[in-house]
């Protein structure tokens, strides 16, 4: 196992910087999810780090070693791509042997790394079995254990599970962090989702055309976050965003004056949706209900606010029918206030 360093990382095609100046730090051991939209470059980046693509400018060092300019095989990592990527005419045991093979590893070593990585990802029953009579999950789990069979360094990861149905994804998503937790590979995993990459990083890298805009924990980045794109961006759902005007320590919205502890003048305030409450006082800000979803354990509430769109929790039993004007306060404590031109998180006054 090993620490990665991306050092300065450009990536341009042709006039096109999908890549710019990144700079990152995944200690040994630790599971770092990259995520961010289509085109933000978390996938341009992953491949970089694999040898598959080459940088513009920049240094990718494993281990302490500086790998930059030395092919995949030369890296000490395995890859888990997107499409599952097993060989069709090969049986489970071949698949999961196959790069061990490749490096020349005796028949006896391979049966043992075969073994070993079958049960842990709970593949045994099926080693002699070929891919097109597994399941999709099962797929995904002969990728998985052909990459730690070879014990590499690090281990990188490609939005493994999004060709799975969402049922699926949620069950190999705890195995999947089962299993990385006791192999303790050093772990990349680039994905979309943000449910995915809360439930498996330790540490999540936001990514913004071409840029990490945030590193922090998962309960870090979804209360503390630093950007309006990543408030945006991280949480089901989004982090509403209520443009007001603070002075002298508070800002209102209706009647309703919330503590506003930032420099005075126009200001977003970052709230999520479970941190506002509704109620029918008449000194709460006002809401127009204009749709309720309901979710099972609560009910979402979109409605119109200041001029914007703002969505609520309420108790699943909610009677708050379309058009009915509503009242919400949000916690304090759980505001974030950011700068309405930079989109920048505001510094709190003392």
Known sequence: MADIQ??????????????????????????????????CGKTTLLRIIAGLETQTSGRVRIGGRDVS???????????????????PHMTVAENIGFGLRMRGDDAATVRAAVG?????????PYLDRYPSK????????????????VEPAVLL???PLSNLDALLRLEMRAELKAVLREAGTTTLY????????????DRIAVMEKGRIVQ???????????????????VGTPPM??????????????????VQAPVRDGPVLMGVRAEDLDLTDDDGAAPLMVRVTEPMGSHLLVTGEAAGVTVRAMAPADADLPAGRPVGFRPRPERVVWMDPESGQALEMRA
């Open 6 to 39: 991306i050092d300065r990382i450009v990536k341009a095609f042709g006039t096109v910087v999908a890549l710019e100046e990144v700079r990152l730090d995944v200690p040994d051991g630790e599971f770092l999810a990259l995520l961010g939209p289509s085109g």
């Open 240 to 257: 509403n965003f209520i443009p007001v005007v603070a002075a002298g320590g508070r800002a209102m919205i209706g009647p309703l004056a």
């Open 190 to 201: 680039v994905t979309h989702d943000q449910t995915e990459a809360m439930g498996l990083a």
């Open 134 to 149: 597994l399941s999709g999950g099962q797929r995904q789990r002969v990728a998985v254990a052909r990459a730690l069979a």
């Open 69 to 87: 300019d030395l092919p995949p095989r030369r890296r000490a990592l395995a890859m888990v791509f997107q499409n599952y990527a097993v060989f």
């Open 157 to 159: 990861m490609d939005e």
């Open 215 to 233: 590193i922090d924990r998962p309960a870090a980045l979804y209360r503390h976050p630093r950007t309006r794109f990543v408030g945006g961006f």
């Open 116 to 124: 070993r990585a079958a049960e842990l990802l709970k593949m045994t």
